[in-house]
């Protein structure tokens, strides 16, 4: 005879957040102009200052998109500084070898613990985690790496190459100046990576492997490689390099790709009652947690996979389609992608929430996309406000049936709100936020 145990799933709730965006290098920042609807989407500055320099250099044709959600003013000693006051050497050091995207995610993994009043010293390392994701890790390592060893020869190459590139190593970095010892793992995703990466942490503590967790992803993505992978395979925005900040147009007729873009965002999960006992801020609850695939195709999403995933997420929370309130789509202003969630939305929420588009302002994170989406979803149960969608002049006729916010924020109690991600290969992700004292609203 068989025996097993009964598992008690643990409540598991929000606590602390952090960002580096397009849109600013703090919560705060990034939502105060997230609702004043200004866009993240600019040309690129890093390498992109001179267009006709960049199209000689790469022969780039006309239309080769300069713009994407860049992050600006990025100071990663001065912003770790402020969340963290006992700033050893061995940090400060970090940022020689590692890769912009783990300085992202450490910068944000600081903000969160610093929102949520959490000393990692004082808590037990084992039952302390971190999952991180990555879309593309350390690319830009990779391509300066390449080119140094192509020119000067294998003593040019940096012996911090690997660390900086590994997609693991922001998770890994995060728990080393943590002293986390609990869970420890990257996923790599795609573009649902960051939301899957905070499905998997929220399955840690529900099963008591821990009670605190760092989640979410981390993306730098911005090479001129990397971008001319995406504009062969005809998925970004062209024709817009004169005014960046209208080529993301999740939903409207004019949805022609994506604006590619880079940040952080984390969040810190912990068990209901760990939080209780030390009063901690409780910003929302993840109530549920959705995954699966299409089995279709590797770039094309199909309809089927993303009504599955968000079924999933809602049959988990236990909450029935009527009670969502809000959806921030994952809608990055591809025609087939965007039609195909709209479809899905309107069959499964017949009452129509309302939807908001948030990366027609931040542009596409890719592995981090899901993370900072979640974060905006979480925000909008707080403040009872959900964000604009930018650009949309005239909706898409295949895209009716969905109740998409304008250019103005709308005033709405959000108990409950679903944040969704899809990615190449098929890969889909949906979470499930409820205010914390859904059931007294």
């Not at 849109?23 to 609702?35: H, I, K, T």
């Not at 993505?221 to 062969?232: C, V």
């Not at 147009?249 to 969040?267: L, S, W, Y």
């Not at 909008?380 to 930018?390: D, E, F, N, R, Y």
Request: charged share 20%; net charge negative.
């Amino acid at each position: 005879m068989l025996s097993g145990r009964i598992i008690n799933l643990k409540r598991v709730v929000v606590t602390g957040m952090g960002v580096v965006s397009p849109l600013g290098n703090s919560v705060a920042d990034s939502w105060e102009n997230l609702v004043a609807g200004c866009s993240g989407i600019c040309r690129v500055s890093r390498f992109a200052d001179d267009p006709a320099e960049f199209r000689a250099r790469y022969q780039a044709p006309e239309d080769f998109p300069l713009i994407a959600g860049e992050v600006q003013d990025f100071d990663f000693k001065d912003l770790m500084a402020r969340h963290k006051l006992d700033l050893s050497k061995e940090d400060l050091k970090l940022a020689k070898y590692t890769d912009a995207f783990t300085q992202y995610a450490l910068t944000a993994s600081y903000e969160a613990l610093s929102q949520a009043r959490l000393q990692p010293a004082a808590l037990d390392p084992e039952r302390l985690g971190a999952i991180i994701a990555s879309g593309m890790g350390g690319v830009a390592s990779w391509e300066e790496a390449f080119q140094k060893f192509t020119e000067g020869g294998v003593k040019k190459v940096s012996p911090f190459m690997v660390p900086r590139l590994l997609p693991n190593l922001a998770a890994g970095n995060v728990s080393i100046s943590i002293g986390a010892q609990g869970p420890n793992t990257a996923l790599s995703s795609a573009c649902a990576a960051g939301g899957q990466a905070i499905g998997a942490a929220f399955r840690s503590i529900q099963l008591g492997e821990a009670d605190v967790m760092l989640a979410g992803g981390a993306e730098a993505a911005l090479t001129p490689l990397t971008l001319t992978g995406f504009y062969r395979m005809g998925a970004l925005a062209t024709g817009y390099n004169d005014r960046p900040e209208a080529a993301s147009r999740p939903f409207d007729q004019g949805h022609a790709g994506f604006v590619m873009a880079e940040g952080a965002g984390i969040v810190v999960l912990e068990e209901l009652t760990h939080a209780l006992n030390r009063g901690a801020p409780i910003l929302a609850e993840l109530a549920g947690f959705g995954m699966c695939g299409d089995g279709h195709h590797i770039t094309d999403p199909d309809l089927g996979g993303a009504m599955r995933c968000m079924r999933r997420a809602l049959t988990d929370a236990g909450v029935e389609p009527q009670d969502i309130d809000y959806i921030n789509p994952h809608a990055t202003s591809t025609p087939v992608g965007d039609r195909n969630e709209a479809r899905a939305i309107s069959r499964l929420f017949p009452h129509q929430p309302w939807v908001s588009a948030t990366k027609s302002q931040t542009g596409h994170l890719l592995g981090a996309a899901g993370a900072l989406e979640a974060i905006f979803t979480i925000l909008s149960i707080k403040h009872g406000l959900i964000p604009p969608t930018l650009n949309l002049e005239s909706m898409d006729p295949e895209c009716a049936g969905i109740a998409v916010v304008g250019a103005q924020p709308e005033k709405q109690e959000v108990r409950c709100a679903l944040s969704n991600s899809f990615g190449f290969g098929g890969t889909n992700a949906a979470l499930v936020f409820k205010h914390y004292n859904y059931f007294n609203l």
